[in-house]
């Protein structure tokens, strides 16, 4: 395993500062011609149905199948919340799933947030933080997205989207003893981001500690060790797992510190060699209200005439020698094939959602190299365009994220090793030609199914019946925790 500083360490920094400026300053661009279109624009037009949005897209099957899904749909039960009454009466749907989430003191989150304008010295991350974490609706002036339900979200955005997403969970509690698990509402990405650059290392462990210093002399605590805790933040591990107490050294040492070693945590991206930590989706733009919104996208993916056989959309890591990223730009600009998005520093085009969404909605194949660490906000992207990724490493997504994608791996994605890439004989193009075509369209449809699981829904309101990828992670968790408690009940036993 390449386990190196360069992961997370300085070498990382324009990378850094190109991916903040990536992720902030268009926006506020985009924003203003969004809201410049709508000022022009009519009053908005009722919601067509479902079969009216598909009738425009054609195809006599796709018709077929929405009536049927708007049959399902009329059959569900009408909202969530007659749900959750008739659940609690029945009162056992709840039973061994309660969370009870820590009231912290406002230090470790909501003071964080009032601090974004301070996060990175070069850009304002406050605009972020509006929809309850989503960020601003995104502009649709091309029609890459659909009208609702789409948000210049962050990648590294998740701490409070997870945590609003938390506050709507059906079973929370106030009574820790029911509780099968405790979440601790610490914002460790966005605090940790303030002092990633030039702050020496109590600075950048100082509320980690206190946090840690918090949780254990509560009674809650007690109960197990810690064990039934879970927290999260929204940046990868490398971003809190120093080794020293060198001032250089990037990062904190939250993952390392002997209270936080007996929770469960939560990152877009797990070391490969620690077992408390665990790798959730990187969010994505879409933030769904409601399970139509849903339904409606993945028919539409469906629908999508895929043009292209791969797409590569990002940049050349020339500083980094272990990088693949220029192979794949020379295989895809040869290819007639291929269709390349080049990210050239700062390039307009690539600031634009819209831009490499639109691609991914017309190819078939996406590829996704690994960055400065394994992972890609972008593979979740691809997914949601129903484009079947190319991995070229297992930890940018076989062993990250193992409660959201299945464990067949070559039922969703195509895997070809980067060594193969590196030493020149592996044709990409070759490749993904010699997958039939009724194979590739079977892994898009895989794809395109497994939308539900890995979108953030919109912490604003409640999906009906489809389970997100905060119910997965929670669940998740849950389980750990009772396989935890039953080990610990054993040692007493025996
Ligand atoms: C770390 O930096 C803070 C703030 O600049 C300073 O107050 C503190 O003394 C420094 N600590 C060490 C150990 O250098
Ligand atoms: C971690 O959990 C174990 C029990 O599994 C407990 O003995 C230990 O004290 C806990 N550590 C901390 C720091 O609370
Ligand atoms: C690819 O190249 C490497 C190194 O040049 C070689 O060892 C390997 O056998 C080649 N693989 C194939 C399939 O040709």
């Given at each position: 395993?390449e386990r190196?500083?360069?992961?997370?360490?300085?070498?990382?920094?324009?990378?850094?500062?190109?991916?903040?400026?990536l992720?902030?300053?268009?926006?506020?661009?985009?924003?203003?011609l969004h809201?410049?279109?709508?000022?022009?624009?009519?009053?908005?037009?009722?919601?067509?149905?479902?079969?009216?949005?598909?009738?425009?897209?054609g195809g006599?099957?796709?018709?077929?199948?929405?009536?049927e899904?708007?049959?399902?749909?009329?059959?569900?039960?009408?909202?969530?919340?007659a749900?959750?009454?008739?659940?609690?009466?029945?009162?056992?749907?709840?039973?061994?799933r309660?969370?009870?989430?820590?009231d912290?003191?406002?230090?470790?989150?909501?003071?964080?947030?009032?601090?974004?304008r301070?996060?990175?010295r070069?850009?304002?991350m406050?605009?972020?933080?509006?929809?309850?974490?989503?960020?601003?609706p995104?502009?649709?002036?091309?029609?890459?997205?659909?009208?609702?339900?789409?948000?210049?979200?962050?990648?590294?955005?998740?701490?409070?989207?997870?945590?609003?997403?938390?506050?709507?969970?059906?079973?929370?509690?106030?009574?820790?003893?029911?509780?099968?698990?405790?979440?601790?509402?610490?914002?460790?990405?966005?605090?940790?981001?303030?002092h990633?650059?030039?702050?020496n290392a109590?600075v950048?462990?100082?509320a980690?500690?206190e946090l840690?210093?918090?949780?254990?002399?509560r009674?809650?605590?007690r109960t197990?060790?810690?064990?039934?805790?879970?927290v999260?933040s929204?940046?990868?591990?490398?971003?809190?797992?120093?080794?020293?107490?060198?001032?250089?050294?990037?990062?904190?040492?939250l993952?390392?510190l002997p209270?936080?070693?007996?929770?469960?945590?939560?990152?877009?991206?797990k070391?490969?060699?620690?077992?408390?930590?665990?790798?959730?989706?990187?969010?994505?733009?879409?933030?769904?209200?409601k399970?139509?919104?849903i339904?409606?996208w993945?028919?539409?993916?469906?629908?999508?005439?895929?043009?292209?056989?791969?797409?590569?959309?990002?940049g050349t890591?020339p500083?980094?020698?272990?990088?693949i990223r220029?192979?794949?730009v020379r295989?895809?600009?040869?290819s007639s094939?291929?269709?390349?998005?080049?990210?050239?520093?700062?390039?307009?085009?690539?600031l634009i959602?819209?831009?490499?969404?639109?691609?991914?909605?017309?190819?078939?194949?996406?590829?996704?190299?690994?960055?400065?660490?394994?992972t890609?906000r972008?593979?979740?992207?691809a997914i949601?365009?129903?484009?079947?990724?190319?991995f070229?490493?297992?930890?940018?997504?076989?062993?990250?994220?193992k409660?959201?994608?299945?464990?067949e791996?070559?039922?969703?994605?195509?895997?070809?090793?980067e060594e193969?890439i590196?030493?020149?004989?592996?044709?990409?193009?070759?490749?993904?030609?010699r997958?039939p075509?009724?194979?590739?369209?079977?892994?898009t449809?895989?794809v395109?199914?497994?939308?539900?699981?890995?979108v953030?829904?919109?912490p604003?309101?409640k999906?009906?019946?489809?389970?997100?990828a905060?119910d997965?992670?929670v669940?998740?968790?849950i389980?750990?925790v009772?396989k935890?408690?039953k080990?610990?009940?054993?040692?007493?036993?025996?």
């Open positions: 395993m190196s500083a360069a992961h997370g360490g300085k070498r990382s920094l324009p990378r850094l500062l190109f991916l903040a400026a992720s902030a300053t268009p926006w506020l661009l985009i924003v203003y809201l410049s279109v709508l000022n022009g624009a009519p009053a908005s037009s009722p919601q067509p149905s479902l079969v009216d949005a598909v009738a425009s897209d006599k099957d796709a018709q077929r199948f929405l009536l899904q708007e049959e399902r749909l009329r059959k569900l039960p009408p909202s969530r919340d749900t959750t009454a008739a659940a609690a009466a029945a009162e056992d749907v709840c039973e061994g309660y969370v009870y989430i820590h912290l003191p406002s230090r470790f989150n909501v003071d964080i947030l009032r601090n974004c301070e996060w990175y070069w850009i304002n406050c605009v972020y933080l509006s929809n309850g974490g989503l960020g601003e995104v502009d649709n002036a091309d029609g890459a997205f659909a009208d609702e339900g789409w948000y210049a979200t962050d990648h590294f955005g998740l701490d409070l989207i997870f945590h609003s997403r938390m506050k709507q969970y059906e079973c929370l509690t106030d009574d820790s003893s029911r509780a099968a698990a405790v979440f601790v509402p610490f914002y460790a990405g966005f605090d940790v981001v303030q990633l650059w030039g702050s109590s950048k462990d100082a980690s500690l840690v210093n918090w949780l254990t002399g009674p809650e605590w197990m060790g810690g064990r039934d805790h879970f999260l929204g940046r990868t591990a490398w971003d809190h797992q120093r080794q020293t107490d060198s001032d250089s050294e990037w990062g904190n040492k993952l390392r209270a936080v070693q007996n929770m469960t945590v939560l990152f877009v991206e070391t490969p060699w620690t077992e408390h930590d665990f790798a959730v989706p990187y969010p994505t733009y879409f933030h769904p209200a399970d139509a919104e339904f409606q993945q028919q539409r993916m469906r629908g999508m005439k895929r043009e292209w056989l791969f797409t590569f959309a990002g890591r500083g980094d020698p272990n990088s220029h192979h794949l295989q895809c600009g040869a094939l291929c269709k390349l998005i080049q990210c050239r520093k700062g390039e307009r085009k690539c959602p819209s831009t490499f969404m639109r691609v991914f909605q017309g190819t078939r194949f996406c590829l996704q190299p690994t960055g400065d660490t394994y890609r972008s593979a979740f992207d949601l365009a129903g484009c079947v990724p190319v070229f490493h297992p930890a940018s997504a076989y062993t990250q994220y409660w959201h994608l299945p464990d791996h070559e039922t969703y994605s195509v895997f070809i090793a193969d590196r030493s020149g004989n592996v044709s990409i193009e070759e490749t993904l030609r997958i075509p009724h194979v590739a369209e079977k892994m449809e895989t395109i199914n497994l939308i539900p699981r890995l953030y829904a919109d604003r309101s999906l009906e019946t489809v389970k997100d905060v997965l992670t669940d998740a968790v389980d750990r009772k935890l408690r080990e610990m009940h054993g040692v007493a036993a025996s």
